[in-house]
């Protein structure tokens, strides 16, 4: 029996570091909340194993108290330094991928907060390691919203994040997604504040249970980064990115059943810039003018709408292949520029 156990010794301890929330740790702890932001931690763990030179066995261990963290640590001997050293470590190998979002997240990462043994309980700094990465140096730790001065601090914070985010390319609203919960109840004796703890919840439970309270308004956000350059132009790709998600969404484009396709046309898609008309300022046209010969024209939809009927009149192109075109001529009139000239092309190739 004893040599059985001590078989298994092994097996148990490898299961106890892939899980490490299901342990049972000895040493006082606020209810867990440690995976309440999981898309960010699975971000950083897909960022850090590309190289994981200390051996940190996951990202998760930096947002736990130092006794508990200490256990995935690697070779990280200071434990209240776990989240930064992680942090540094996945931004680095995002950087050198030059993969923005894996970067974003790194910083978001840097900035939650962190398990204290108690309600309003402020974390430990990290002050034994200097960070790599100066957009890292540049950030601390979310505190637990009930303790003193968190409000003020944990905006400053966010403030901070979203400028370090902007410096990088990427979207600084995203700086949000580090925002934390409502302040918890000082001495409430179950430590539970207003959390949540989801391993199994890619979105985060944060977000899926709509406990994340804000610590800025987005217009908090983009005067923090107004003088940093190229930071309108990263909220606004994002914002047409996500409503020409939406619009795909709504169009239904499916390139298995054919919803848009060439037909008897040879080239269907759009041209955004100077057009050959004479029109002195960059509208949309056509690319093949012999097939759908139309003047160029500043909203999209005057363009799309002309080749969809086309396709139907002079393509032979069935009906269902013609409201699919017109479904998507309708998503691209929501974008602008050649995010809409792009997003019609798209739907036009499948």
Do not use: W
Request: proline share 4%.
């Amino acid at each position: 029996m004893k040599q059985q156990i001590l078989a298994l010794a092994p097996l148990l301890l490898t299961a106890a570091v892939a899980h490490p929330t299901t342990k049972l740790y000895k040493v006082k702890r606020e209810v867990p909340q440690e995976h309440s932001h999981q898309a960010v931690l699975d971000k950083v763990d897909e960022a850090l194993n590309l190289n994981n030179p200390d051996g940190i066995v996951a990202s998760v261990f930096g947002l736990l108290g130092a006794a508990a963290a200490a256990e995935g640590a690697g070779n990280i001997a200071d434990a209240d330094c776990l989240q930064q050293a992680t942090a540094d470590q996945a931004f680095t190998n995002a950087k050198e991928i030059g993969d923005i979002d894996l970067m974003t997240n790194a910083l978001i990462f840097r900035a939650l907060e962190r398990n204290t043994g108690e309600v309003g309980l402020v974390s430990v700094p990290c002050e034994s390691i200097q960070a790599v990465n100066p957009e890292i140096a540049a950030l601390q730790q979310h505190q637990d919203p009930a303790s003193d001065g968190a409000a003020e601090l944990n905006k400053e914070i966010t403030l901070e994040l979203a400028r370090q985010i902007a410096s990088i390319g990427g979207n600084p609203l995203d700086a949000l997604e580090a925002s934390t919960f409502a302040p918890g109840e000082i001495g409430d004796p179950t430590a539970a504040g207003n959390t949540c703890n989801d391993e199994n919840d890619p979105a985060g439970c944060i977000n899926t249970l709509g406990l994340r309270v804000d610590d800025a308004s987005e217009d908090e956000i983009l005067a923090a980064v107004q003088d940093i350059d190229g930071a309108a132009d990263a909220v606004d790709d994002a914002d047409n990115a996500d409503v020409a998600d939406d619009a795909a969404d709504d169009a239904d484009v499916n390139a298995s059943t054919g919803a848009i396709s060439l037909g008897a046309c040879s080239d269907v898609s759009i041209v955004f810039g100077t057009p050959s008309d004479g029109r002195n300022e960059d509208a949309f046209e056509a690319a093949d003018l012999a097939t759908f010969p139309h003047g160029s024209a500043l909203n999209i939809r005057v363009i799309s709408d002309f080749i969809c009927t086309q396709l139907g009149n002079k393509c032979g192109a069935s009906d269902a292949i013609v409201a699919g075109c017109q479904a998507a001529s309708a998503a691209a009139s929501e974008l602008t520029g050649q995010a809409a000239a792009d997003f019609f092309n798209n739907a036009a190739s499948n």
